[in-house]
């Protein structure tokens, strides 16, 4: 079975997240965190059929909020390397992954 792996700043992009909706109405933020991680479990099944963005990461578009998640496969390890709002700026979404 998979393993799914978070990098420190994939962490960061949850978090930042989970503060920008839970400062629009409380108790948003923690469904944005429940949201995004549900797809990011769904991996386990999923990873490797998502489209390939930035030349080496595959994207996973979020079910319920505007955001998607950058990862990559080694092996049997799912890598997630950002958890992104999609209303940035691609060329600043680059950067960020690169």
């Given at each position: 079975?998979?393993?799914?792996?978070?990098?420190?700043?994939?962490?960061?992009?949850?978090?930042?997240?989970?503060?920008?909706?839970?400062?629009?109405?409380?108790?948003?933020?923690?469904?944005?965190?429940?949201?995004?991680?549900?797809?990011?479990?769904?991996?386990?099944?999923?990873?490797g059929v998502h489209q390939i963005h930035f030349g080496r990461y595959f994207r996973k578009v979020a079910r319920r909020f505007p955001w998607s998640i950058y990862y990559q496969i080694d092996e049997d390890v799912i890598r997630i390397y950002a958890v992104i709002d999609d209303r940035r700026d691609p060329s600043w979404v680059n950067e960020q992954l690169n």
């Open positions: 079975m998979r393993t799914i792996e978070f990098t420190e700043s994939a962490f960061n992009d949850i978090d930042n997240g989970f503060w920008f909706y839970e400062g629009q109405r409380e108790g948003l933020g923690s469904y944005f965190e429940s949201s995004i991680m549900a797809d990011i479990r769904a991996l386990h099944i999923h990873a």
